[in-house]
């Protein structure tokens, strides 16, 4: 497991220099517009794309040649999930690395940063959930456009909502109590953990029936 741990952080490391350009711009753009939560929500962009950077190199031959080594196909997918899980921490560490430095810059913060993040961070899982799959199924590139439509689609509808919707108005209609709202994103976090164990599984059982 950590010899194939290193080998994917080395293939990342080809990506490492123009994402790190990426998420300096975001940086910059973030704190002159003073909006910390535009990193964020860019963050989970690059953090998904990351996550299939190595896919890539493991469709022109990799596969093969590590299922030529006394390797586990079980061990092989544990490492990609594993690998989602490191791009996640990259996703917290830039989001609390840009709400510091909006803070230290321009004085403000971002209302309900913790439950932000925690939705973020559901979001990442749950799209991963699903590529992750589709990818061992279908190849990386046809999952790059499944990728943007799942991308795409929440955002649109999360856009249109609050300008359309009112919370409390949503409150008082839905009779739901606002304590019941604000563990919304808790809750959407923990059900996509679930998501991510059991993609895990599907991953698991398509990649073991592939041939090479």
Known sequence: MKGLLLRELYNLKLYFRQYLLVLVCFCVFGIGMDMPSYMMWMSLVVGINLSFSAFTMDEAGGYAYLLSCPLDRKDM??????????????????????????????????????????????????????????????????????????????????????????????????????????????????????????????SLKVFEKMEF
């Open 77 to 202: 997918v544990l490492e990609k999930y594993f690998t989602v899980i490191l791009n996640a921490v990259m996703i917290l560490t830039y989001s609390a690395l840009g709400e510091f430095l909006n803070h230290l810059i321009k004085g403000t913060g971002t209302e309900s940063w913790l439950a932000t993040v925690f939705v973020v961070q559901g979001i990442y899982f749950l799209v991963t959930s699903v590529l992750v799959p589709v990818a061992y199924r279908y190849g990386v590139e046809k999952t790059r456009i499944v990728m943007m439509l799942i991308i795409l689609t929440p955002v649109v509808v999360i856009l249109v909502s609050v300008k359309i919707l009112d919370m409390d108005a949503l409150i008082q209609i839905s009779g739901a109590s606002r304590s019941l709202f604000d563990m919304l994103p808790y809750l959407f976090f923990a059900a996509s953990l679930m998501v991510f164990g059991g993609s895990y599984l599907i």
